[in-house]
C-alpha cells in the first residue's frame, strides 16, 4: 500500500518536494 500511495502522489501532480519529504517520514 505504501508503494502505491507514491505511485498515486506522482502521478496526482503534487508537489515533488512534498513526496519527497513523505519518503524522507517514512524510510528516512
Request: net charge positive; proline share 0%; aromatic share 10%.
Amino acid at each position: 500500500m505504501v508503494s502505491g500511495k507514491v505511485v498515486l502522489a506522482y502521478s496526482g501532480g503534487l508537489d515533488t518536494s512534498v513526496a519527497i519529504r513523505w519518503l524522507k517520514e517514512n524510510y528516512g
